[in-house]
């Protein structure tokens, strides 16, 4: 996944390539004194049962290309060029490392350095005890006197989160958060496909959804700026089911599940976008609301749940609705496999629900055990 701040793998490693081309000054004469132009890569790996982040820093020393204006003298081997997370700050929750700190000739003799963030399990906000580390910038500061040592930001930054998860094991991890995981529903697959045509009806064709009303929205599509949150607490997870139910026996009678059929829904009851979680409808935009909202991350065709947890301010309430269908029972959801293709659904943000169409689906998988429920 490209970013601005580089190449994003998953939640849990970042690559980031660049290169520093600049002037340098005498610091007697305020004199350009010559330049300095070397490449670098950057790669992040956030631990998944650790709170603990780890940057590396690589900079091939031995290709560095120098020059020196005349009447000036610039001991180029040892120069100094250092490396400064701006925005790391330590404190009870968070640990800064020790930034990289040499000339350019120990860069050539070893062009690897490692630098670790930390921060101490239990500590943070509750409920998972979350701390969010946003680095403003990688800088660089190169030079040591006579040369006036000069800073280069890169335009660089890793945001990366710590959390002490209430359910999950191991029960520590870290994640970059700038990273949106996706789950995938095959339209030809007949153990998931009427699940994925609901899910794009939801998403896609909000209007052959109800309550209904103009401009209505759905959360959770691929790409979009409204993706879903995990919701990881069962006594809400339950409630936002029987709210499900109670729309389904609403929708289409008490005896909705007569033939063998279940109550499917979207978004799903694992998600804080849920039935009962959700709040008002998207026809309304009150400012500033907070609320405790955790992100799932999911890989494909077999699910695995990772630790990413997060508090977040939201900047609209949603519905209370929930997109329902009718669906026959199967036994697909004990399987647990996601196939991995067309209908893909991102986890992160929260907006309204919707109530669906009534389908003849087979059991999804969306809510079982890799969603959190």
Request: with cysteine; charged share 20%; net charge positive.
């Amino acid at each position: 996944m490209a970013t601005p701040n580089g190449w994003l793998a998953d939640r849990f490693r970042q690559c980031i390539r660049g290169m520093i081309d600049g002037i340098v000054v005498n610091n007697g004469t305020d004199a350009v004194a010559g330049s300095i132009r070397f490449d670098y890569t950057i790669l992040v790996w956030a631990d998944r049962a650790t709170r603990q982040t780890q940057v590396r820093l690589t900079i091939p020393g031995r290709d560095a290309v120098v020059s020196t204006m005349p009447a000036n003298q610039i001991d180029w081997p040892n120069q100094h060029i250092d490396l400064i997370p701006v925005g790391c700050i330590p404190s009870a929750t968070m640990n800064c490392p020790t930034e990289p700190n040499r000339t350019l000739d120990q860069w050539a003799n070893n062009p690897d350095s490692d630098m670790f963030f930390t921060s101490p399990p239990g500590t943070g906000a509750a409920p998972d005890t979350n701390v969010v580390s946003n680095l403003a910038t990688y800088s660089f500061e190169v030079g040591t006197l006579p040369v006036r040592p000069g800073l280069f930001p890169t335009n660089f930054k890793t945001n990366m989160r710590f959390d002490s998860g209430r359910t999950m094991s191991p029960a520590n991890g870290a994640a970059l958060v700038d990273f949106t995981p996706t789950v995938s529903f095959s339209l030809s697959d007949s153990e998931v496909n009427q699940s994925a045509l609901h899910i794009r009806d939801a998403q896609l064709n909000p209007s052959r959804t109800f309550p209904s009303w103009p401009n209505k929205t759905i959360p959770g599509r691929a790409g979009g700026s409204e993706p879903l949150h995990r919701l990881v607490d069962r006594p809400l997870q339950d409630a936002n089911r029987s709210a499900s139910i109670a729309f389904c026996k609403q929708t289409w009678g008490p005896n909705y599940a007569t033939g063998g059929r279940q109550c499917d829904e979207y978004p799903f009851c694992s998600t804080y976008e849920g039935a009962a979680t959700s709040s008002a409808d998207n026809r309304d935009f009150p400012r500033g609301c907070r609320f405790a909202r955790s992100r799932a991350s999911i890989t494909t065709p077999r699910v695995a749940a990772r630790r990413v947890l997060q508090r977040a301010t939201c900047d609209r309430r949603t519905s209370a609705a929930a997109s329902l269908t009718r669906r026959k029972r199967s036994s697909a959801a004990a399987a647990g496999g996601w196939p991995s293709r067309p209908i893909r659904t991102p986890w992160r943000s929260r907006s309204t629900s919707s109530c669906g169409t009534p389908h003849r689906t087979p059991r999804s998988t969306a809510a079982g055990k890799g969603a959190g429920n």
